[in-house]
């Protein structure tokens, strides 16, 4: 598997984290896991799309043009066949801009969440347009593509005080309060809880908790100290509460995710997707 993120292109700079593909010409067909990271995406396959697990109804193939809304636990994938896909990363302020989600009679991003939705039934021409756009050479991201979504997105403001806010929130790794960061923000706490759950997608307790457990996850990954220590200094109570959080995120318990994460750098593709979207990038098989 070969997972690359690469820097928005200056267009899109404004609403886009980043553009990333994810190729795999023979993948194992296993389950894989995402973790979610408060941030919306566009997704485009380019190959065989892949299958996601819903509770409600079991395995499910994916269209070919997604938008995988605001998620609160891991997501669960398996390949069919080939892998070629690619990803556009909304900044998390951002969220609600590509479908203007809350205005007119469009649902709230909220309603959407925990949801992977067909753009095909959002918008149908925008759907055919970005399919259209992206090339099928070692390089997809074309300039048609690009213009698409820059004539899109730019289309939606994006409010400065909800940016500064996610900034703040990111910077702390989740640990800054809701009263504490409508003061940083100077908005009142209302304001700042309905502004930022309408642009976002997540209310801003539950976007803090996303980066808190991104946090320990990367901690997980790379450190070697006490699992009680990471437990405190990511913010937790105690071990046990860290526990309690991570296991109903991922799925796994902070010491049975550091193993899984460790044995995917000696080659265990159980946890590579995971591993490769928390890294920015792959490991080389």
């Not at 389950?31 to 065989?48: F, K, S």
């Not at 080939?82 to 909220?110: H, I, M, T, W, Y």
């Not at 067909?118 to 099928?136: C, E, M, S, T």
């Not at 980066?211 to 009680?228: E, K, M, V, Y």
């Amino acid at each position: 598997m070969e997972y690359r993120e690469h820097e928005a292109p200056a267009a899109l700079r404004r609403h886009v984290h980043c553009v990333w593909r994810l190729r795999d010409p023979a993948p194992s067909g296993a389950l894989q896991t995402v973790y979610p990271d408060g941030r919306c995406e566009l997704i485009v396959h380019l190959a065989e799309p892949m299958q996601i697990q819903s509770a409600a109804h079991g395995w499910q193939t994916q269209s070919r043009c997604l938008f995988a809304a605001q998620a609160r636990s891991a997501i669960r994938l398996r390949a069919t066949g080939a892998l070629d896909c690619v990803g556009v990363r909304l900044r998390p302020e951002a969220g609600a801009a590509l479908f203007n989600a809350g205005v007119g009679s469009q649902p709230p991003l909220v309603a959407w969440i925990d949801q992977v939705l067909d753009v095909q039934r959002l918008d149908a021409p925008f759907a055919a347009a970005l399919i259209a756009g992206l090339g099928h050479a070692d390089d997809p991201i074309t300039p048609a593509f690009i213009g698409l979504l820059a004539e899109r997105l730019n289309a939606c403001p994006i409010d400065a005080r909800i940016a500064a806010a996610v900034a703040a929130l990111d910077r702390a790794g989740g640990n800054l309060t809701p009263r504490a960061l409508a003061a940083s923000v100077g908005m009142g706490m209302r304001s700042l809880q309905g502004c930022f759950a309408a642009a976002v997608g997540l209310t801003v307790k539950e976007y803090a908790l996303v980066q808190r457990l991104q946090a320990t996850i990367r901690q997980l990954d790379g450190g070697t100290g006490a699992l009680a220590d990471t437990a405190i200094e990511m913010g937790f109570a105690d071990q046990a509460h860290a526990t309690r959080a991570v296991r109903a995120f991922a799925g796994l318990t902070p010491a049975r995710l550091r193993s899984a994460l460790r044995a995917q750098r000696d080659g265990d593709q159980t946890l590579a997707m995971a591993a490769a979207f928390v890294r920015g990038e792959s490991m080389p098989r």
